[in-house]
Nanobody, 117 residues
Framework: QVQLVESGGDLVQPGGSLRLSCAASGINFRIYAMGWYRQAPGKQRELVATITIIGSTNYADSVKGRFTISRDNAKNTVYLQMNSLKPEDTAVYYC???????????WGQGTQVTVSS
């Protein structure tokens, strides 16, 4: 059974930082591309960042230079370091794992990030 468990969401002031973690189980983690997506109230889920099996990264324009995605294959974990947070970063953040064979998307349950003073 595939499980993606996010953690690290919190309430933070503008300009602050958070690190999200996503622990994966039930998959051969090192062969899965991983990603972070977010969904704000009343909006569609959008891509934040992705990382391939060889560590190539891709970011939404809105987070470039502020967020960093990384992975630790030994811990089956993907991270999202978020710096210089803005109120518009407020959303539920979801971890994603994409099957290398079927392209099927697995999702975590989400973790809430709120940026507010």
């Amino acid at each position: 059974q595939v499980q993606l468990v996010e953690s690290g969401g919190d309430l933070v002031q503008p300009g602050g930082s958070l690190r999200l973690s996503c622990a994966a189980s039930g998959i051969n983690f090192r062969i899965y591309a991983m990603g972070w997506y977010r969904q704000a109230p009343g909006k569609q889920r959008e891509l934040v960042a992705t990382i391939t099996i060889i560590g190539s990264t891709n970011y939404a324009d809105s987070v470039k230079g502020r967020f960093t995605i990384s992975r630790d294959n030994a811990k089956n974990t993907v991270y999202l370091q978020m710096n210089s947070l803005k109120p518009e970063d407020t959303a539920v953040y979801y971890c994603n794992a994409k099957s290398p064979t079927t392209q099927y998307d697995f999702w975590g349950q989400g973790t809430q990030v709120t940026v507010s003073s």
